[in-house]
């Protein structure tokens, strides 16, 4: 029997809820016949299975049953050194893989469109880190990966970095050489940590790229709730060379993750690891015919324009839809919820839609979302994309205060345009995506302000800047 078709962890609390068992202990809803009357039908079958460390049913944080054999089977599917089943999401795999491998006052290379997660672990380790800038895609407007040329311009300056940490692929699904980043770290002997959040697919082969973990990556984080059928905050953490620490990587999770962790998303990690180790051939061609059905019917939409990866090179679930009418991508987001059709994010040229990993035969209601996109598009009158913003990208840059004295300066408020040249006091993030347009310590450019007034004037959402509403942003009061 192929290994991989076992759900050990599953299958024990399936095991614990046959025997029906009297709870006297936690959780409070005693597998969900104490619950609010109003939602015990929706919730009463998914309780059963939210359990705690009872006997046959394993614990997280030293695992010798049923979890010890799940992480082993999903580090067997990933062909890692080691995997860790991560219920606080990609955000805890960020935090544990960058406190393990740097210290106060390390300096650590990081890609600059990288998740809001990553600079909290940077400012946790009170590391120093050095941003690399990535390059800019004028067709998609938007920012995409780090050359190989930038990075080895970066270890040059800084030979004494104790990591690099990379983002692939970005939200849009592209990717860019990252074989040729890894070796490039690799012949220095610097570690590479690869939040590849929305790849957990990547291993099932093409039409997907490369997985990082299958390019050298040292240490991978992946959501599996993002496209693998997990539930929301279920996520990996793959080890995958002896240049991290296991141990210390597995001290971090025990400090960081919750100390009762959801059975119901491990269940899930258990189940999701299953769905894609058991994906096939006949899937991967069911899954390619079904999306290019899709967006051939979206390609008839003259409003629109569905954009190709450059060299056919990106993820396959992600399809990126740029507005050619005078409706932004935000407002084209609403449109398309005003008929029930929900978008992953917008931004103000694009919307973006993740598709789901078909197998053979399972149904998703693509032909009837397809229809309906066209009923509420088809008569726009067609307009020429705007110029748009362009960034500038090859910069390698540090903050302009270092997090330890962050708080040897007050904070105030000014106007947005007139924040140029002063250190912002705050991170400001458009979300979705998380990725940062600013942080607290970081010098302000002309650049940024530009591109916060076109997101703010376009409709963007944000977390972080308390005064956006007032076209006011905090900066450091520097005499």
């Not at 061609?285 to 999306?291: M, S």
Request: one cysteine or more; charged letters at 25%; hydrophobic letters at 40%.
């Amino acid at each position: 029997m192929n290994k991989q078709k076992r759900i050990p962890l599953y299958e024990a609390l399936h095991k614990h809820t046959k025997i029906d068992p009297i709870s006297f202990h936690v959780p409070g809803h005693k597998a969900g016949t104490i619950f609010q009357h109003e939602a015990k039908g929706f919730f009463q079958e998914i309780l059963r299975l939210d359990a705690t460390e009872l006997s046959g049913l394993d614990d997280l944080h030293s695992p010798e049953g049923a979890i010890k054999e799940a992480e082993e089977l999903l580090a067997a599917a990933y062909q890692v050194k080691k995997s860790f089943f991560l219920v606080n999401g990609s955000t805890v795999g960020n935090l544990a893989m960058i406190l393990s491998v740097c210290e106060k006052e390390d300096v650590i290379l990081v890609q600059r469109n990288c998740h809001k997660s990553v600079l909290n672990a940077l400012k946790l380790a009170k590391a120093r880190p050095v941003f690399i800038d990535p390059d800019y895609n004028q067709e998609w407007k938007t920012v995409t990966g780090v050359s190989k040329e930038i990075v080895e311009r970066a270890i040059l300056l800084y030979p004494e970095a104790k990591a690099l940490c990379l983002t692939y692929p970005n939200y849009y699904g592209q990717v860019y050489d990252l074989k040729g980043i890894i070796d490039l770290a690799h012949h220095h002997n610097i570690p590479v940590l690869v939040d590849e959040a929305h790849g957990a697919h990547f291993i099932i082969g093409k039409p997907f790229p490369a997985s990082a973990i299958q390019l050298g990556a040292d240490i991978v984080v992946h959501s599996a709730h993002k496209t693998l059928p997990a539930m929301t905050m279920g996520s990996y953490l793959h080890i995958n060379s002896n240049r991290i620490d296991s141990d210390k990587v597995r001290d971090y999770l025990q400090m960081l993750q919750s100390s009762s962790p959801s059975y119901i998303i491990m269940a899930s990690l258990d189940l999701a690891r299953k769905y894609l180790a058991t994906y096939e051939q006949n899937d991967v061609e069911y899954l390619i015919t079904q999306i290019n059905h899709f967006k051939n019917e979206l390609k008839t939409i003259k409003s629109i324009k569905i954009l190709e990866y450059p060299d056919t090179q990106g993820d396959t679930l992600k399809v990126t839809i740029q507005s050619r009418s005078k409706l932004t991508g935000f407002e084209l987001q609403k449109k398309l919820e005003e008929i029930g059709i929900y978008t992953e994010l917008a931004d103000p040229y694009n919307i973006l839609l993740i598709l789901p990993l078909l197998k053979e035969g399972q149904d998703y209601p693509l032909n009837e979302v397809s229809r309906k996109i066209k009923d509420v598009l088809i008569n726009l009158p067609q307009y020429e994309i705007m110029e748009g913003f362009r960034m500038s990208s090859g910069k390698i840059t540090e903050l302009a205060i270092p997090f330890e004295q962050l708080s040897d300066y007050a904070k105030v408020a000014v106007e947005i345009s007139k924040a140029a040249g002063k250190v912002c006091a705050e991170t400001i993030i458009p979300y979705p995506p998380g990725i940062p347009l600013l942080l607290t310590g970081e010098l302000i450019t002309e650049e940024k302000i530009s591109h916060l007034s076109e997101l703010l004037s376009a409709g963007a959402r944000f977390q972080g800047g308390s005064f956006l509403d007032k076209n006011q942003i905090k900066i450091y009061k520097i005499r």
